[in-house]
Antibody, heavy 122, light 111 residues
């Protein structure tokens, strides 16, 4: 059974860079076909796709966040990570890692982590 | 403002049939498949329907999805109290070089 677990700081200061890691168990990030994804949910709001990475290192980001986002993968640790720079209060959200089944336009997110709340505040 | 439009709320009594709509455009629903996610209170979203009408293993048959043109619907028949949750639709949007978009969510209350 595939499981994803986010980890990282719960509180970050404005203008700083957020760094989160997703640890994958029961599967390997090196297996082709899956795209490893970050999604966030602002408090009481809907979902926002941040971007994804393939095991080769190929990435694709939400155009609205692209200038501030970096997603990387560490196949030796079976993890993938998110970095989001120039934080503001508007980045306060629950951050989820998820598995994109195909990385294609007809794909879907079939496995989700439990999510981690990140608050941006001084 | 979400790209896909859902009603903010829906309700029904146990045993009833409830539908939740999701409206988009030619750049998302009109050209790609739709997925639905269920988010129980305090938990992560869970895949409910994929590729318009496919149910993952373990999802009860009383959940079904349809798509027509630039709109999609989720139907729940035989509503149960444990169905009380937030429901989100999602599709790939081909604008701006492409990105995933979601609906704003529909809070389903079982009366």
């Amino acid at each position: 059974q595939v499981q994803l677990q986010e980890s990282g700081p719960g509180l970050v200061k404005p203008s700083q860079t957020l760094s989160l890691t997703c640890t994958v168990s029961g599967d390997s990030v090196k297996i082709g076909g899956f795209y490893w994804t970050w999604i966030r949910q602002h408090p009481g709001k809907g979902l926002e796709w941040i971007g994804y990475i393939y095991h080769t290192g190929r990435t694709y980001y939400n155009p609205s966040l692209k200038s501030r986002v970096t997603i990387s993968v560490d196949t030796s640790k079976n993890q993938f990570s998110l970095m989001l720079s120039s934080l503001t209060a508007a980045d306060t959200a629950v951050y989820y890692c998820a598995r994109d089944h195909l990385g294609a336009t007809i794909s879907w997110f079939d496995v989700w982590g439990q999510g981690t709340l990140v608050t941006v505040s001084s | 403002q979400s790209v896909l439009t859902q009603p903010p709320s829906a309700s029904g009594t146990p045993g009833q049939r409830v539908t939740i709509s999701c409206s988009g455009s030619s750049s998302n629903i009109g050209s790609n498949t739709v997925n639905w996610y269920q988010q129980l209170p305090g938990t992560a979203p869970k895949l409910l329907i994929y590729r318009n009408d496919q149910r993952p293993s373990g999802v009860p048959g009383r959940f079904s999805g349809t798509k027509s043109g630039t709109s999609a619907s989720l139907a729940i028949v035989g509503l149960q109290s444990e169905d009380e949750a937030e429901y989100y639709c999602s599709a790939w949007d081909v604008s701006l070089n492409g990105h995933w978009v979601f609906g704003g969510g529909t809070k389903l209350t079982v009366l």
